[in-house]
């Protein structure tokens, strides 16, 4: 059983087209976040949403529009994808809330190349 | 402004002997700090973590240190492993949201056996 898991796992796309990754998570955390790792290796967060509201934008560009139908998924839009997008995509989860304040779940990635 | 660094892209340990990866951080605010593992084409995975309130946390060969004054933390793997063979990321926040970290870039370490 994947506790985090994101699909596809690679995505090879044109520039300026439209394309979206999504994230599922069963671990009933009340987080999830999507994380962009560049080609410099840093791993830096994108959003977060808690219960399906958005409490983190991290100066994402607007073509970058996440979207949590529910608690237990948070899916990534990306409009007009332009060469610097390429990078590898992390979902994640955590609990914040409650008594239990859980580190991040990470799912496997979504390796994401814009030619 | 990178406000968590791990200055030491790479490491290599000979099995057995002790690995001891380094972190530094600016931000003060931080008072929670974490090591996450991860292995080729998969996610980071949480390894251990500390609080700002002690400067030791062990769980079984994995220990981290944390010097508040001097914004340092360091991960101690003892003994070293080939399986540890992975990239380790330092990642700094606060207690009240412990998934949303500030990551650094990571060390990879390679155990040789």
């Known amino acids: 059983d994947t506790a985090v898991s994101q699909t596809p796992k690679y995505l090879v796309t044109q520039m300026g087209n439209d394309k979206s990754i999504k994230c599922e998570q069963n671990l009933g955390h009340d987080t999830m976040y999507w994380y962009k790792q560049d080609s410099k290796k840093f791993l830096k967060i994108m959003f977060s949403y808690n219960n399906k509201e958005l409490i983190i934008n991290e100066t994402v560009p607007n073509r970058f529009s996440p979207k949590s139908p529910d608690k237990a998924h948070l899916n990534l839009h990306i409009n007009s994808l332009e060469l610097g997008d390429s990078a590898v995509y992390f979902c994640?989860?955590?609990?914040?809330?409650?008594?239990?304040?859980?580190?991040?779940?990470f799912g496997q990635g979504t390796r994401l190349t814009v030619v | 402004d990178q406000q968590v660094k791990q200055n030491s892209p790479s490491l290599s340990v000979q099995e057995g002997r002790i690995s001891i990866l380094n972190c530094d951080y600016t931000?003060?605010?931080?008072?929670?700090f974490l090591w996450y593992k991860k292995y080729p084409a998969e996610g980071p995975t949480f390894l251990i973590s500390i609080s700002s309130i002690k400067d030791k946390n062990e769980d079984g060969r994995f220990t981290v240190f944390l010097n508040k004054s001097a914004k340092h933390l360091s991960l101690h793997i003892v003994p070293s492993q080939p399986g540890d063979s992975a990239v380790y990321f330092c990642?700094?926040?606060?207690?009240?949201?412990?998934?949303?970290?500030?990551f650094g870039d990571g060390t990879t370490l390679t155990v040789k056996p």
């Open positions: 994640a989860s955590s609990q914040v809330g409650g008594r239990s304040n859980t580190e991040a779940f």
């Open positions: 990642a700094a926040t606060t207690r009240t949201n412990a998934g949303k970290s500030t």
């Open positions: 931000n003060s605010m931080f008072d929670y």
